[in-house]
């Protein structure tokens, strides 16, 4: 239903849900629904979470008028308070249970911060088409990168 709005409706932001919102949709996730997740290294994931801030700002600045753009960037200091609040009910649980690595909670600030930054620059400047196309490769080939940088010990499944 979405036809040629889809490739950017599936990219990192918030036009998926906004579009089904739209069209008075609803989506649901499965509670069985096994996930299985990959962190690149400490390079990749640094410019990973950085370029995904991007891609939200610049999609949100393509649909936003310049009043609105630089309101949310004179605020974006509050987008790491929004970031770690979303994810603090799973970060307790986890931690609760001792099943997150040490270091975790300081990881999840840090990459708050950088993802931040780059939604800040996405909401003024928008997102270089050579970054958009390298984001898309952390993701489509997130597991391959990960496989050619660690070696085969340092890779858990």
Do not use: C
């Amino acid at each position: 239903d979405l036809g040629p709005v889809l490739d950017g409706a599936l990219s990192s932001g918030d036009e998926l849900p906004m579009a089904l919102r739209a069209a008075n949709r609803k989506f649901y996730f499965h509670p069985k629904a096994r996930l299985t997740h990959v962190n690149l290294e400490a390079r990749g994931w640094i410019d990973e979470r950085y370029l995904s801030g991007r891609i939200v700002g610049a999609n949100r600045a393509k649909r936003w008028s310049l009043p609105r753009r630089l309101f949310y960037f004179f605020a974006s200091p509050l987008i790491p308070v929004v970031l770690l609040r979303r994810n603090s009910d799973s970060y307790r649980y986890l931690h609760a249970g001792r099943r997150i690595p040490r270091g975790t909670a300081l990881l999840l600030v840090i990459g708050a911060a950088v993802r931040t930054v780059g939604e800040a620059v996405g909401y003024l400047v928008g997102i270089p088409k050579a970054s958009a196309l390298r984001m898309e490769a952390y993701e489509l080939n997130k597991v391959e990168y990960v496989a050619k940088v660690l070696r085969p010990d340092e890779v858990t499944w």
